[in-house]
């Protein structure tokens, strides 16, 4: 089994932590709108549209009647 020749410090093991952190979501808005939206492949959750297919692909009218 593989040992570590020399224990690793606080500090070098600190260092290299140094790059684990969570980034904050990446937020996009609609371009009808302006709701935020988490990515741009996803629908706009107050009116249905999208962003990439540039169109209201979810017609809001028929969800109410639902
Ligand atoms: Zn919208």
């Known amino acids: 089994m ?3 020749k ?5 500090a070098r093991q600190g260092k290299r932590r140094s ?3 969570i980034h904050p979501r990446q937020l ?3 371009n009808k709108c302006g709701n935020p939206i988490a ?3 996803l629908l706009c959750s107050n ?3 999208s ?3 540039k169109r209201e692909v979810v017609s809001m ?3 109410k009647e639902e």
């Open 6 to 10: 020399r224990r690793v410090s606080h």
């Open 47 to 49: 009116c249905g549209w």
């Open 2 to 4: 593989a040992v570590p």
């Open 51 to 53: 962003n990439i297919q």
């Open 28 to 30: 996009c808005y609609c």
């Open 61 to 63: 009218e028929k969800k």
């Open 19 to 21: 790059h684990q952190h």
């Open 39 to 41: 990515g741009n492949h």
